[in-house]
Nanobody
Framework: QVQLVESGGGLVQAGGSLRLSCAAS????????MAWYRQAPGKQREYVAR???????NYADSVKGRFTISRDNAKNTVYLQMNSLKSEDTAVYYC???????????????WGQGTQVTVSS
């Protein structure tokens, strides 16, 4: 079994910054893609950013130029640096990862429990 634990959420004023972390633990052989999603009140969960184990990046248009995703493969941890935050960035942010627990098994997809980010205007 694999657990993803997010941290770093909180309350910040518009224009401010926050850094989210997500640490994966448990039965891990390798992690391919690690990603962040978010869900605002009354809305569907939406994609924010992703990073592969080789460092390829991709961002949603809504966060390009403001958010930066990175990872530390040795620590099985992914980060999301969020700058120039806007009120519309308010949401619960979820970590997601594609994990192989052994070389003989295929990848399984896991979600964290989420961390609240609130941006006050």
């Amino acid at each position: 079994q694999v657990q993803l634990v997010e941290s770093g959420g909180g309350l910040v004023q518009a224009g401010g910054s926050l850094r989210l972390s997500c640490a994966a633990s448990g039965s891990i052989f390798s992690i391919n893609v690690m990603a962040w999603y978010r869900q605002a009140p009354g809305k569907q969960r939406e994609y924010v950013a992703r990073i592969t184990n080789s460092g390829r990046l991709n961002y949603a248009d809504s966060v390009k130029g403001r958010f930066t995703i990175s990872r530390d493969n040795a620590k099985n941890t992914v980060y999301l640096q969020m700058n120039s935050l806007k009120s519309e960035d308010t949401a619960v942010y979820y970590c997601n990862a594609d994990v192989k627990s052994s070389p003989r098994l295929g990848e399984q997809n896991y979600w964290g429990q989420g961390t609240q980010v609130t941006v006050s205007s």
